[in-house]
């Protein structure tokens, strides 16, 4: 079942200093400069806003309503037209926007998200009934790292990331709920705070399911989902496939 992020975790998001450094990619991918993009799973639109003033059209699509409504804030105060960028709230394994696109994109591991066989199965059928002709689809994962792993299992709260705010600081740590192994599911907590002269102001929760895949295994999602795989890279730097930290494939369905 897709997570729906509240307001009070939402607005947090553009906070954390680690979001990747993968908009140049993503702004190489669009074949033409009047192609139709979607974005799955496009959030607070770190990736869909910039993208929006280099393409033709770009759909956005969540399943977050708190998360849409920075990104509308963010498309209105960059003047970009509702005929240029247009987001809306649907589940990503399962959704029929009545049109074809020529790229579909989910930045940020987004399909990590889905943890059923069900959700991938209706993603992926979902992709191949919006590719246009000659379309192309990216499907991005992390590459698991064991000491990561490791430290999944450990419980108590791990400090990710912390930022100078208004009077004091914004912390998130990952309170882990735990992995399973068997399923290859880690269930991360994030718990992100404000803190103000040594005092915790606000505090909200975030439990997630991140499926995670080897190298081998996401390519065989996707071939065996009928879908042929046209690019790899390993990270954003220009590391191979299964040398980075990152998995993305470019497939086209076959
Ligand atoms: C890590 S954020 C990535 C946001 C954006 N793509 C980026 O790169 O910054 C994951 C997003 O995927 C959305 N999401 C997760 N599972 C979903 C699902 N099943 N259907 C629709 N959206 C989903 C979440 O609401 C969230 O906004």
């Keep these: 079942m897709a997570i729906d992020i509240p307001d009070e975790v939402a607005k947090f998001y553009d906070l954390n200093p680690e979001l990747p450094d993968d908009l140049p990619f993503y702004r190489s991918l669009p074949p033409s400069p009047g192609a139709a993009i979607l974005e799955l799973g496009c959030g607070t639109g770190r990736v869909l806003v910039p993208l929006a003033s280099t393409c033709g059209y770009i ?16 498309l209105r105060e960059a003047g970009i037209p509702r005929s240029r960028a247009c987001v809306g709230r649907g589940s990503i394994s399962g959704f029929d926007l009545g049109r074809h696109l020529v790229l579909i994109i989910a930045p940020f591991r987004v399909f990590q998200n889905l943890e059923t066989d069900t959700e991938i199965d209706g993603l992926f059928r979902s992709v191949r009934g919006h590719l246009a002709k000659g379309g192309s689809c990216v499907l991005n994962a992390f590459k698991p790292d064991p000491e990561k792993l490791r430290d999944a299992k450990v419980r108590g709260e ?34 992100y705070r404000r803190i103000e002269a040594g005092a915790v102001r606000e505090e909200a929760v975030l439990d997630l399911a991140m499926r995670y895949y080897e190298p081998a295994q996401f390519e065989e999602i996707v071939t065996r989902h009928r879908c042929r795989i046209v690019g790899r890279w390993g990270g954003y730097k ?16 076959a």
Excluded: N
């Design 59 to 74: 759909h956005g699509l969540d399943a977050s309503e708190a998360m849409l409504e920075i990104c509308r804030t963010k």
């Design 158 to 191: 791990i400090l990710l990331w912390e930022v100078p705010a208004s009077g004091g600081s914004v912390t998130c740590h990952d309170r882990t709920g735990g992995v399973d192994e068997a399923r290859q599911v880690l269930h991360p907590r994030l718990v």
């Design 238 to 253: 220009g590391e191979r496939y299964g040398e980075g930290p990152e998995l993305v494939l470019q497939f086209v369905a």
